[in-house]
Protein backbone atom coordinates (compact mmCIF):
# COMPACT_ATOMS: atom_id res chain seq x y z
CA UNK A 1 0.00 0.00 0.00
CA UNK A 2 2.41 2.58 0.87
CA UNK A 3 4.74 3.94 -1.55
CA UNK A 4 7.91 6.79 -1.62
CA UNK A 5 6.76 10.47 -2.92
CA UNK A 6 3.44 10.90 -2.30
CA UNK A 7 2.34 7.90 -0.10
CA UNK A 8 5.26 8.69 1.58
CA UNK A 9 4.02 11.96 2.63
CA UNK A 10 0.40 11.45 2.99
CA UNK A 11 1.46 8.08 5.32
CA UNK A 12 3.73 10.55 7.57
CA UNK A 13 0.48 12.86 7.65
CA UNK A 14 -2.19 9.66 8.25
CA UNK A 15 0.05 8.37 11.58
CA UNK A 16 0.88 11.94 12.93
CA UNK A 17 -3.33 12.55 12.58
CA UNK A 18 -3.45 8.55 14.67
CA UNK A 19 -1.40 9.87 17.47
CA UNK A 20 -3.07 13.44 17.52
CA UNK A 21 -5.97 11.33 18.07
CA UNK A 22 -5.31 8.90 20.29
CA UNK A 23 -3.78 12.29 22.44
CA UNK A 24 -7.35 14.38 22.54
CA UNK A 25 -9.16 10.73 23.35
CA UNK A 26 -6.76 10.83 26.08
CA UNK A 27 -7.44 14.25 27.14
CA UNK A 28 -11.12 13.61 26.96
CA UNK A 29 -11.44 11.00 29.42
CA UNK A 30 -13.52 11.47 32.73
CA UNK A 31 -11.41 11.31 35.98
CA UNK A 32 -13.60 8.05 36.53
CA UNK A 33 -12.01 6.65 33.29
CA UNK A 34 -8.69 7.98 33.78
CA UNK A 35 -8.73 6.08 37.02
CA UNK A 36 -10.03 2.76 35.27
CA UNK A 37 -7.29 3.24 32.72
CA UNK A 38 -4.47 3.68 35.24
CA UNK A 39 -5.12 1.00 37.83
CA UNK A 40 -5.81 -1.48 34.19
CA UNK A 41 -2.38 -0.97 33.23
CA UNK A 42 -0.82 -1.53 37.12
CA UNK A 43 0.77 -5.04 37.90
CA UNK A 44 -0.27 -6.31 41.56
CA UNK A 45 2.33 -4.67 43.45
CA UNK A 46 1.48 -0.97 42.09
CA UNK A 47 -2.11 -2.07 42.29
CA UNK A 48 -1.52 -2.85 46.53
CA UNK A 49 0.48 0.63 47.08
CA UNK A 50 -2.63 2.26 45.11
CA UNK A 51 -4.96 0.90 47.05
CA UNK A 52 -3.14 1.27 50.46
CA UNK A 53 -2.08 4.80 49.84
CA UNK A 54 -6.25 5.69 48.94
CA UNK A 55 -7.34 3.94 52.16
CA UNK A 56 -4.93 6.15 53.73
CA UNK A 57 -6.03 9.14 52.45
CA UNK A 58 -9.74 8.68 52.06
CA UNK A 59 -11.71 8.35 55.20
CA UNK A 60 -14.36 6.98 53.08
CA UNK A 61 -12.31 3.67 52.43
CA UNK A 62 -11.07 1.05 54.96
CA UNK A 63 -9.34 -2.19 55.13
CA UNK A 64 -11.89 -5.42 55.44
CA UNK A 65 -11.19 -7.59 58.58
CA UNK A 66 -11.15 -11.22 58.35
CA UNK A 67 -14.48 -11.98 58.72
CA UNK A 68 -15.57 -9.37 56.21
CA UNK A 69 -17.40 -11.74 52.82
CA UNK A 70 -18.56 -9.77 49.54
CA UNK A 71 -22.51 -10.19 50.96
CA UNK A 72 -21.74 -8.10 54.42
CA UNK A 73 -20.02 -5.45 51.78
CA UNK A 74 -22.73 -5.31 49.63
CA UNK A 75 -24.95 -4.73 52.66
CA UNK A 76 -23.19 -1.84 54.22
CA UNK A 77 -22.27 0.02 50.72
CA UNK A 78 -26.60 -0.47 50.43
CA UNK A 79 -26.75 1.26 53.90
CA UNK A 80 -25.23 4.32 52.19
CA UNK A 81 -28.36 6.08 51.04
CA UNK A 82 -26.48 8.21 48.37
CA UNK A 83 -27.01 8.10 44.31
CA UNK A 84 -25.86 5.45 43.92
CA UNK A 85 -27.80 4.35 41.27
CA UNK A 86 -27.50 7.60 39.07
CA UNK A 87 -23.80 7.09 39.50
CA UNK A 88 -24.22 3.68 37.75
CA UNK A 89 -26.27 5.32 35.00
CA UNK A 90 -23.18 7.97 34.72
CA UNK A 91 -20.32 5.17 34.51
CA UNK A 92 -19.54 6.44 31.11
CA UNK A 93 -16.58 3.79 30.31
CA UNK A 94 -15.27 4.87 26.85
CA UNK A 95 -14.95 1.92 24.18
CA UNK A 96 -11.44 1.11 24.29
CA UNK A 97 -11.74 0.38 28.08
CA UNK A 98 -15.07 -1.84 27.93
CA UNK A 99 -17.39 -2.50 30.57
CA UNK A 100 -17.25 -4.12 34.31
CA UNK A 101 -20.52 -6.00 33.66
CA UNK A 102 -19.74 -7.28 30.09
CA UNK A 103 -18.79 -10.84 30.88
CA UNK A 104 -20.38 -11.23 34.69
CA UNK A 105 -18.97 -12.85 37.70
CA UNK A 106 -15.54 -14.44 37.31
CA UNK A 107 -15.83 -18.35 37.27
CA UNK A 108 -17.21 -19.71 40.49
CA UNK A 109 -16.20 -22.30 43.12
CA UNK A 110 -17.18 -25.29 40.98
CA UNK A 111 -14.39 -24.49 38.49
CA UNK A 112 -11.79 -24.44 41.72
CA UNK A 113 -11.35 -27.90 42.16
CA UNK A 114 -8.05 -28.82 43.04
CA UNK A 115 -6.38 -31.15 40.58
CA UNK A 116 -3.37 -33.60 41.33
CA UNK A 117 -1.33 -32.14 38.65
CA UNK A 118 -1.68 -28.61 40.48
CA UNK A 119 1.03 -27.46 42.63
CA UNK A 120 0.24 -27.72 46.47
CA UNK A 121 -0.01 -23.77 46.86
CA UNK A 122 -2.63 -23.44 44.43
CA UNK A 123 -4.91 -26.08 45.67
CA UNK A 124 -6.73 -24.74 47.99
CA UNK A 125 -9.28 -21.50 48.61
CA UNK A 126 -7.12 -18.17 48.61
CA UNK A 127 -8.99 -15.26 51.78
CA UNK A 128 -10.30 -12.38 50.40
CA UNK A 129 -8.40 -9.90 52.87
CA UNK A 130 -5.00 -9.09 52.54
CA UNK A 131 -1.50 -8.61 54.55
CA UNK A 132 -1.70 -12.00 55.83
CA UNK A 133 1.22 -14.34 55.80
CA UNK A 134 -0.98 -17.65 54.00
CA UNK A 135 -2.10 -15.38 51.52
CA UNK A 136 1.17 -14.36 50.95
CA UNK A 137 3.19 -17.35 50.70
CA UNK A 138 0.25 -19.38 49.08
CA UNK A 139 -0.52 -17.42 46.17
CA UNK A 140 3.70 -16.27 45.54
CA UNK A 141 5.42 -18.21 43.13
CA UNK A 142 8.34 -18.30 41.14
CA UNK A 143 9.09 -16.38 37.65
CA UNK A 144 9.21 -19.07 34.88
CA UNK A 145 9.58 -17.41 31.59
CA UNK A 146 11.47 -14.85 30.11
CA UNK A 147 9.53 -12.14 27.87
CA UNK A 148 12.33 -10.74 25.29
CA UNK A 149 12.45 -7.31 24.16
CA UNK A 150 11.49 -8.45 20.68
CA UNK A 151 8.25 -10.14 21.93
CA UNK A 152 7.84 -7.05 24.04
CA UNK A 153 7.92 -4.59 21.01
CA UNK A 154 6.08 -7.29 18.88
CA UNK A 155 3.45 -7.54 21.23
CA UNK A 156 2.71 -3.82 21.50
CA UNK A 157 2.44 -3.70 17.59
CA UNK A 158 -0.15 -5.72 17.95
CA UNK A 159 -2.26 -2.48 19.22
CA UNK A 160 -1.61 -1.18 15.93
CA UNK A 161 -4.34 -1.24 12.80
CA UNK A 162 -1.53 -1.65 10.00
CA UNK A 163 -1.83 -3.52 6.46
CA UNK A 164 0.16 -6.49 5.74
CA UNK A 165 2.80 -4.71 3.93
CA UNK A 166 3.06 -2.38 6.38
CA UNK A 167 3.25 -4.96 9.52
CA UNK A 168 5.96 -6.94 7.85
CA UNK A 169 8.55 -4.36 7.65
CA UNK A 170 7.75 -3.32 11.23
CA UNK A 171 8.16 -7.04 12.09
CA UNK A 172 11.24 -7.39 10.62
CA UNK A 173 13.05 -4.45 11.57
CA UNK A 174 11.66 -5.31 15.39
CA UNK A 175 13.80 -8.28 15.19
CA UNK A 176 16.89 -6.88 13.88
CA UNK A 177 17.27 -5.12 17.20
CA UNK A 178 20.16 -5.99 19.00
CA UNK A 179 20.15 -6.63 23.06
CA UNK A 180 20.89 -2.63 23.52
CA UNK A 181 18.53 -1.79 21.62
CA UNK A 182 19.73 -0.30 18.67
CA UNK A 183 18.91 -1.27 14.65
CA UNK A 184 22.56 -2.00 13.48
CA UNK A 185 21.45 -3.69 10.32
CA UNK A 186 20.90 -0.85 7.46
CA UNK A 187 17.81 -1.19 5.48
CA UNK A 188 19.43 -2.72 2.17
CA UNK A 189 20.21 -5.29 4.27
CA UNK A 190 16.65 -6.00 5.75
CA UNK A 191 15.34 -5.91 2.86
CA UNK A 192 17.70 -8.65 1.46
CA UNK A 193 16.94 -10.56 4.55
CA UNK A 194 13.76 -10.83 4.73
CA UNK A 195 12.77 -11.17 0.79
CA UNK A 196 10.77 -8.74 0.32
CA UNK A 197 9.55 -6.89 -2.65
CA UNK A 198 12.26 -4.70 -4.87
CA UNK A 199 9.92 -1.51 -5.07
CA UNK A 200 10.06 -1.72 -1.30
CA UNK A 201 12.56 1.63 -0.81
CA UNK A 202 13.87 3.46 2.21
CA UNK A 203 10.89 5.67 2.73
CA UNK A 204 8.64 2.99 3.66
CA UNK A 205 11.37 1.45 6.22
CA UNK A 206 12.23 4.61 7.47
CA UNK A 207 8.10 5.18 7.75
CA UNK A 208 7.97 1.39 9.43
CA UNK A 209 11.22 2.23 11.77
CA UNK A 210 9.11 5.87 13.24
CA UNK A 211 6.30 3.23 14.22
CA UNK A 212 8.63 0.94 15.67
CA UNK A 213 10.24 3.89 17.69
CA UNK A 214 7.30 4.80 19.34
CA UNK A 215 6.91 1.26 21.12
CA UNK A 216 8.52 0.45 24.20
CA UNK A 217 11.43 2.76 25.72
CA UNK A 218 11.88 5.97 23.83
CA UNK A 219 15.02 5.60 22.40
CA UNK A 220 14.66 1.83 21.28
CA UNK A 221 15.15 1.31 16.88
CA UNK A 222 17.87 4.30 16.89
CA UNK A 223 20.33 3.59 14.53
CA UNK A 224 23.66 5.65 17.13
CA UNK A 225 24.02 7.20 19.44
CA UNK A 226 23.03 10.80 18.45
CA UNK A 227 19.39 9.37 17.20
CA UNK A 228 19.21 7.29 20.60
CA UNK A 229 20.02 10.35 22.22
CA UNK A 230 17.80 12.77 20.61
CA UNK A 231 14.52 10.33 20.39
CA UNK A 232 14.82 10.57 24.44
CA UNK A 233 14.88 14.00 24.80
CA UNK A 234 12.49 14.37 22.18
CA UNK A 235 9.88 12.27 24.16
CA UNK A 236 10.28 14.86 27.20
CA UNK A 237 7.83 17.22 27.79
CA UNK A 238 8.64 20.87 26.21
CA UNK A 239 8.62 22.55 29.28
CA UNK A 240 11.69 20.21 30.40
CA UNK A 241 14.64 22.96 31.32
CA UNK A 242 17.52 23.10 29.00
CA UNK A 243 15.50 20.58 26.36
CA UNK A 244 16.23 22.20 23.36
CA UNK A 245 20.17 23.37 24.13
CA UNK A 246 20.62 19.71 25.17
CA UNK A 247 19.65 18.39 21.36
CA UNK A 248 21.46 21.02 19.89
CA UNK A 249 25.04 19.41 21.73
CA UNK A 250 23.78 15.83 20.82
CA UNK A 251 23.33 16.60 17.17
CA UNK A 252 26.24 19.30 16.54
CA UNK A 253 28.89 18.96 19.61
CA UNK A 254 28.66 15.64 21.02
CA UNK A 255 32.21 15.43 20.42
CA UNK A 256 32.55 18.63 22.73
CA UNK A 257 30.81 17.19 25.15
CA UNK A 258 33.01 13.80 25.13
CA UNK A 259 36.31 16.01 25.78
CA UNK A 260 34.01 18.19 28.66
CA UNK A 261 34.80 21.12 26.70
CA UNK A 262 32.71 23.26 28.61
CA UNK A 263 34.25 26.61 27.71
CA UNK A 264 34.24 25.78 24.04
CA UNK A 265 30.29 24.84 23.56
CA UNK A 266 29.55 27.71 25.54
CA UNK A 267 31.57 29.99 22.97
CA UNK A 268 30.11 27.94 20.10
CA UNK A 269 26.43 27.82 20.94
CA UNK A 270 26.82 31.19 22.71
CA UNK A 271 25.20 30.29 25.98
CA UNK A 272 26.78 30.30 29.80
CA UNK A 273 28.89 27.58 31.12
CA UNK A 274 25.90 27.31 33.81
CA UNK A 275 23.85 26.41 31.11
CA UNK A 276 26.24 24.32 29.31
CA UNK A 277 26.20 22.27 32.51
CA UNK A 278 22.51 21.89 33.08
CA UNK A 279 22.30 20.81 29.43
CA UNK A 280 25.37 17.85 29.95
CA UNK A 281 23.76 16.93 33.27
CA UNK A 282 20.47 16.38 31.28
CA UNK A 283 22.35 14.64 28.68
CA UNK A 284 23.83 12.37 30.78
CA UNK A 285 20.87 11.27 32.45
CA UNK A 286 19.98 9.45 29.18
CA UNK A 287 20.15 5.56 28.51
CA UNK A 288 22.86 5.10 25.72
CA UNK A 289 21.66 1.25 26.06
CA UNK A 290 17.41 1.68 25.81
CA UNK A 291 17.30 -2.02 25.47
CA UNK A 292 18.67 -1.90 29.12
CA UNK A 293 15.23 -0.22 30.29
CA UNK A 294 13.15 -3.59 29.15
CA UNK A 295 12.94 -5.64 32.19
CA UNK A 296 12.34 -9.02 31.14
CA UNK A 297 10.99 -11.46 34.11
CA UNK A 298 13.80 -12.93 36.12
CA UNK A 299 13.69 -16.59 36.77
CA UNK A 300 14.65 -15.66 40.75
CA UNK A 301 12.06 -13.16 40.72
CA UNK A 302 8.78 -13.67 43.37
CA UNK A 303 5.47 -12.50 41.80
CA UNK A 304 2.05 -13.43 42.56
CA UNK A 305 0.01 -14.41 39.53
CA UNK A 306 -3.46 -12.80 38.57
CA UNK A 307 -5.02 -15.83 36.95
CA UNK A 308 -4.87 -19.68 38.37
CA UNK A 309 -4.83 -22.13 35.37
CA UNK A 310 -6.42 -25.90 36.09
CA UNK A 311 -8.19 -28.59 34.50
CA UNK A 312 -11.96 -29.00 34.91
CA UNK A 313 -12.50 -32.39 32.97
CA UNK A 314 -11.06 -31.93 29.90
CA UNK A 315 -10.47 -27.86 29.17
CA UNK A 316 -8.01 -25.91 31.29
CA UNK A 317 -9.77 -22.82 32.66
CA UNK A 318 -8.89 -19.35 34.36
CA UNK A 319 -9.47 -19.27 37.84
CA UNK A 320 -9.10 -15.74 39.43
CA UNK A 321 -6.22 -15.49 42.12
CA UNK A 322 -8.63 -13.67 44.34
CA UNK A 323 -5.32 -13.50 46.98
CA UNK A 324 -3.56 -11.27 44.74
CA UNK A 325 -6.15 -8.71 44.64
CA UNK A 326 -6.10 -5.85 47.21
CA UNK A 327 -9.45 -5.22 49.27
CA UNK A 328 -11.26 -2.13 50.01
CA UNK A 329 -14.09 -1.70 51.43
CA UNK A 330 -16.32 1.89 51.65
CA UNK A 331 -17.05 2.55 55.18
CA UNK A 332 -20.41 3.11 55.30
CA UNK A 333 -20.71 4.20 59.76
CA UNK A 334 -18.80 6.80 57.84
CA UNK A 335 -20.50 7.90 54.84
CA UNK A 336 -23.89 7.52 56.99
CA UNK A 337 -22.47 9.95 59.37
CA UNK A 338 -21.40 12.51 56.37
CA UNK A 339 -24.80 12.40 55.40
CA UNK A 340 -26.15 13.55 58.75
CA UNK A 341 -24.12 16.62 59.33
CA UNK A 342 -24.42 20.03 57.53
CA UNK A 343 -21.00 22.12 57.84
CA UNK A 344 -19.02 24.00 55.27
CA UNK A 345 -16.49 20.98 54.85
CA UNK A 346 -19.26 18.70 53.34
CA UNK A 347 -18.41 19.29 49.47
CA UNK A 348 -14.91 18.41 50.00
CA UNK A 349 -16.28 15.31 51.84
CA UNK A 350 -18.50 14.39 48.78
CA UNK A 351 -16.01 14.49 46.47
CA UNK A 352 -13.73 12.11 48.61
CA UNK A 353 -17.07 10.00 48.98
CA UNK A 354 -17.81 9.80 45.38
CA UNK A 355 -13.85 8.79 44.52
CA UNK A 356 -13.82 6.14 46.98
CA UNK A 357 -17.25 4.61 44.98
CA UNK A 358 -15.03 5.56 42.05
CA UNK A 359 -12.08 3.40 42.85
CA UNK A 360 -13.75 0.40 44.39
CA UNK A 361 -15.57 -0.31 41.00
CA UNK A 362 -12.53 0.69 39.19
CA UNK A 363 -11.35 -2.30 40.93
CA UNK A 364 -13.95 -4.45 40.15
CA UNK A 365 -13.69 -3.26 36.50
CA UNK A 366 -10.54 -4.45 36.23
CA UNK A 367 -10.83 -7.46 37.84
CA UNK A 368 -13.16 -8.35 35.62
CA UNK A 369 -11.31 -7.26 32.77
CA UNK A 370 -8.34 -9.42 33.09
CA UNK A 371 -10.52 -13.06 33.60
CA UNK A 372 -12.08 -11.56 30.88
CA UNK A 373 -8.53 -11.33 28.76
CA UNK A 374 -7.24 -14.57 30.68
CA UNK A 375 -10.38 -16.91 29.60
CA UNK A 376 -9.89 -15.91 25.65
CA UNK A 377 -6.11 -16.35 25.65
CA UNK A 378 -6.70 -19.78 27.51
CA UNK A 379 -9.49 -20.95 25.44
CA UNK A 380 -7.21 -20.49 22.45
CA UNK A 381 -3.88 -21.86 23.76
CA UNK A 382 -5.67 -25.26 25.38
CA UNK A 383 -2.47 -27.45 23.22
CA UNK A 384 0.35 -25.06 25.05
CA UNK A 385 -1.10 -26.24 28.49
CA UNK A 386 -1.05 -29.72 27.51
CA UNK A 387 2.02 -30.17 25.35
CA UNK A 388 4.51 -26.94 25.95
CA UNK A 389 5.62 -24.30 24.47
CA UNK A 390 6.23 -26.18 20.74
CA UNK A 391 2.34 -26.24 20.68
CA UNK A 392 1.85 -22.21 21.33
CA UNK A 393 -0.57 -20.92 18.50
CA UNK A 394 -0.22 -17.67 16.97
CA UNK A 395 -2.06 -14.83 18.51
CA UNK A 396 -2.94 -11.45 17.69
CA UNK A 397 -4.01 -8.58 20.79
CA UNK A 398 -6.61 -7.88 17.95
CA UNK A 399 -8.14 -11.29 18.20
CA UNK A 400 -8.81 -10.92 21.80
CA UNK A 401 -10.18 -7.40 21.36
CA UNK A 402 -12.56 -8.50 18.67
CA UNK A 403 -13.96 -11.43 20.80
CA UNK A 404 -14.50 -9.22 23.53
CA UNK A 405 -15.76 -6.28 21.97
CA UNK A 406 -13.37 -3.76 23.54
CA UNK A 407 -10.61 -1.66 22.29
CA UNK A 408 -6.75 -3.78 21.54
CA UNK A 409 -5.39 -0.83 23.80
CA UNK A 410 -7.80 -2.60 26.58
CA UNK A 411 -6.19 -5.50 25.91
CA UNK A 412 -2.76 -4.26 25.66
CA UNK A 413 -3.28 -2.91 29.08
CA UNK A 414 -5.01 -6.02 30.22
CA UNK A 415 -2.04 -8.21 29.47
CA UNK A 416 1.15 -5.92 30.79
CA UNK A 417 2.74 -7.20 33.92
CA UNK A 418 -0.13 -9.41 34.15
CA UNK A 419 0.64 -13.03 34.69
CA UNK A 420 -0.79 -16.41 35.20
CA UNK A 421 0.27 -19.59 36.94
CA UNK A 422 -0.13 -23.09 35.76
CA UNK A 423 1.12 -26.58 36.24
CA UNK A 424 3.98 -25.54 33.45
CA UNK A 425 4.92 -22.61 35.77
CA UNK A 426 3.86 -19.01 35.68
CA UNK A 427 4.05 -16.79 32.77
CA UNK A 428 3.16 -12.86 31.44
CA UNK A 429 0.13 -13.21 29.48
CA UNK A 430 2.21 -11.34 26.71
CA UNK A 431 4.26 -14.73 26.22
CA UNK A 432 0.47 -16.13 24.66
CA UNK A 433 0.90 -13.60 21.89
CA UNK A 434 3.15 -14.78 18.98
CA UNK A 435 3.37 -13.37 15.45
CA UNK A 436 2.16 -15.70 12.77
CA UNK A 437 4.94 -17.38 10.54
CA UNK A 438 3.28 -19.11 7.40
CA UNK A 439 4.16 -22.99 6.71
CA UNK A 440 4.79 -25.25 3.32
CA UNK A 441 1.68 -26.72 3.87
CA UNK A 442 -0.61 -23.28 3.72
CA UNK A 443 -0.92 -23.40 7.83
CA UNK A 444 0.55 -21.28 9.74
CA UNK A 445 2.66 -21.50 13.46
CA UNK A 446 3.54 -19.20 15.98
CA UNK A 447 6.85 -17.78 16.39
CA UNK A 448 6.91 -18.85 20.18
CA UNK A 449 6.64 -22.69 18.58
CA UNK A 450 9.74 -22.02 15.72
CA UNK A 451 11.45 -20.81 18.88
CA UNK A 452 11.06 -24.35 20.78
CA UNK A 453 11.12 -26.55 17.65
CA UNK A 454 14.85 -25.03 17.57
CA UNK A 455 15.69 -25.58 21.11
CA UNK A 456 14.27 -29.14 20.33
CA UNK A 457 17.06 -29.63 17.73
CA UNK A 458 19.86 -28.28 19.59
CA UNK A 459 19.14 -30.44 22.25
CA UNK A 460 19.51 -33.34 20.36
CA UNK A 461 22.25 -32.00 18.31
CA UNK A 462 25.64 -34.05 18.32
CA UNK A 463 27.70 -32.11 20.81
CA UNK A 464 30.96 -33.13 19.04
CA UNK A 465 28.91 -31.43 15.61
CA UNK A 466 26.51 -28.65 16.83
CA UNK A 467 23.93 -27.56 14.11
CA UNK A 468 24.76 -24.10 12.80
CA UNK A 469 21.84 -21.82 12.07
CA UNK A 470 22.06 -22.40 8.69
CA UNK A 471 21.41 -25.98 9.32
CA UNK A 472 18.67 -24.93 11.87
CA UNK A 473 17.27 -23.54 9.06
CA UNK A 474 16.90 -26.17 6.56
CA UNK A 475 15.77 -28.52 8.96
CA UNK A 476 12.73 -26.27 9.77
CA UNK A 477 12.45 -25.90 6.41
CA UNK A 478 12.00 -30.11 6.34
CA UNK A 479 9.40 -29.65 8.48
CA UNK A 480 7.90 -27.17 6.51
CA UNK A 481 8.20 -23.72 8.01
CA UNK A 482 10.26 -21.72 5.90
CA UNK A 483 12.24 -19.16 7.75
CA UNK A 484 15.38 -16.76 7.24
CA UNK A 485 18.44 -17.94 8.63
CA UNK A 486 18.95 -14.31 9.91
CA UNK A 487 15.52 -14.84 11.90
CA UNK A 488 16.89 -18.89 13.47
CA UNK A 489 19.63 -16.30 14.64
CA UNK A 490 17.60 -14.03 16.13
CA UNK A 491 15.07 -17.01 17.52
CA UNK A 492 18.06 -19.27 19.10
CA UNK A 493 19.50 -15.59 20.41
CA UNK A 494 16.16 -15.09 22.39
CA UNK A 495 16.05 -18.29 23.93
CA UNK A 496 20.06 -17.85 25.46
CA UNK A 497 21.51 -20.15 23.08
CA UNK A 498 24.83 -19.51 21.79
CA UNK A 499 26.13 -19.88 18.14
CA UNK A 500 27.03 -23.75 16.83
CA UNK A 501 30.99 -22.72 17.44
CA UNK A 502 30.72 -21.89 20.84
CA UNK A 503 28.51 -24.64 21.58
CA UNK A 504 31.03 -27.06 20.54
CA UNK A 505 32.29 -30.06 22.63
CA UNK A 506 35.70 -31.23 22.40
Given amino acids: MLRPSTTYVRSEKVTQIRIEQQARQQLSLTPKQQQSVKLLQMSTLELSHEVNTAIANNPFLEEPDETWTDHGAQEEDNHVGTNNDTDRHHDGHTPSEGSASDSGDPPGNAQEQAMPDMPAAYSGDYPRHRNTDQGASDVGVWAHSVISLQDSLLADLCGYSLNERDRKLAEHIIEAIDDDGYLRTPFCELAGAGQF ?87 RSLEPRPGNRHSPVDPSTYIVPDVIVRKAGMQ ?191
Fill in 316 to 506: WIAVSNEAAIPQARLNATYARMFQGTRYSGRTLMAKELQEARWLLRSLEQRGNTIQRVAEAIIARQQTFFDYGEIALRPLMLSEIATELEIHESTVSRATSNKYLASPRGIFEFKHFFSRELPTQSGGTCSAGAVRALIQEMIGDEDPKSPLSDVVLTNKLEREGIVVARRTVSKYRAQIKIPPAELRRAF
Fill in 197 to 283: DPDVGNDEWEIALRLVQQLGAPGLGARHLIECMTLQLDALPATTPHKKLALLIVSEHLDKLGRNDTPGLAHVLRSTEHEIQAASTLI
